[in-house]
């Protein structure tokens, strides 16, 4: 039997490799003859160079950057063997993994170091620079990376303004140009929200940031400045980028790549087409895909959709392995699931310190969850 398993990571607790590999280890316990095709995922998030590098190759070049709060971070970016393409991930500079609890401050935190990692592959030669946008703690329009692409929010004064979202409340003009060398920019994302009102970034996302309603409203209205600034400013920017879809993505730093000239795309539909994914799964029996908390969202153009949709459309039987199942049958199999197993159920439930367990101890759950798996499918 040949079997694909290509989970997203378990955010907080475990990346994608070692998702698919403790799955593996379980199936290979009761099913060593079978083919395991490992193929770890990202649409975008933490943990994007890693599946990229491991699928593409290239160069991995360190590079210096800053967090969110402007303290030292270890960045790098995955050039391609050609030069011509650049592969970032935002959540090296702007992640929310990088603030403690208590650090969490939509209105203060800055993306000014993705706009390092953006300059540091343009000074490399890249032709296309593809940004991985995911598990950011930021929510300024990508104004700290355009800072630090050359061009800077000015308040009325003519004085440029504080880094954060809440800054921007002040913004009355952005001043220079810039300095891409003509690279086209290209925003991985998992989400399509605009950046402004309802369905954007600061009402969406915000709160899981450490916003709460008050900023929120501050920081939607500092946003909707913003983008106006930049559509009377920056020369190629689109109209109407509040509410382009997509600009909502890491705390509207889609909306700073669209104000670039840039353009968003599928993550999930990026990385599968450079790894070859659709080829691999014209060629298995079934399919083993995940991620942390299977719920509503992840229909909604993350990894486990696109992975369904496509086994679907093959006739292959596809199987999501979560943390937490919150999804309903009905809406998870129209869009592909066979079926979903859960590591908090494996582990007794809610009730009985299922949840703690699943965080604690989730590489042994995923084995055991593998084991079982391969007992059910294995022919």
């Given at each position: ?101 208590g650090e969490r401050d939509p209105k203060t935190t800055s993306s000014y ?59 009355h003009a952005v001043d220079g140009a810039p300095r891409l060398r003509d ?53 190629g920017c689109p109209e109407r980028l509040g509410a382009l879809p997509g ?133």
């Open positions: 039997m040949r079997v694909l398993l290509c989970p997203d990571k378990f955010a907080g607790t475990l990346p994608a490799p070692q998702v698919a590999d403790a799955v593996a280890a379980g199936w290979r316990e009761v099913a060593p003859d079978d083919d395991l095709l490992v193929r770890p995922l990202s649409d975008g998030g933490p943990g994007f160079l890693d599946v990229l590098s491991d699928a593409l190759g290239g160069r991995r070049i360190p590079v210096p950057t800053v967090d969110p709060l402007g303290r030292p971070a270890a960045g790098e970016i995955l050039l391609t063997d050609d030069g011509a393409t650049a592969w970032l991930e935002s959540a090296q500079a702007c992640g929310l993994h990088l603030l403690d609890a170091g993705l706009g390092v990692l953006v300059a540091a592959a343009v000074e490399a030669g890249a032709r296309t620079v593809v940004i991985g946008l995911g598990g950011s703690g930021t929510n300024d329009g990508g104004a700290g990376m355009l800072t630090a692409l050359g061009v800077t929010p000015l308040d009325d004064g003519g004085r440029a303004l504080p880094y954060g979202g809440a800054a921007l409340a002040a913004v690279a086209r920019l290209v925003a991985a994302t998992d989400v399509d929200n605009p950046l402004l009102g309802l369905h954007g970034a600061s009402s969406v996302f915000g709160p899981q940031k450490g916003a709460d309603r008050a900023d929120v409203l501050l920081l939607d209205a500092a946003l909707e400045r913003f983008a106006a600034v930049l559509e009377r400013d920056l020369p600009g909502g993505a890491a705390g509207g730093l889609g909306a700073a790549v669209l104000a670039l000239g840039g353009h968003c795309e599928s993550g999930i539909g990026l990385v599968t087409r450079a790894i070859g994914l659709d080829t691999t799964l014209d060629a298995v029996d079934l399919v083993i895909t995940g991620e942390g908390s299977f719920d509503h969202q992840s229909l909604r153009g993350k990894v486990v959709a696109g992975v369904a949709g496509a086994a679907r459309d093959r006739g292959v039987p596809c199987v999501v392995v979560a943390g937490r199942v919150s999804t309903g049958r009905r809406e998870a199999g129209a869009a592909g699931v066979t079926d979903a197993y859960s590591l908090v159920d494996h582990f007794g439930g809610e009730e009985r310190g299922g949840l703690a367990a699943a965080m604690q101890r989730p590489a042994e759950g995923l084995r055991a969850l593998g084991t079982r798996l391969a007992r059910q499918w294995s022919r």
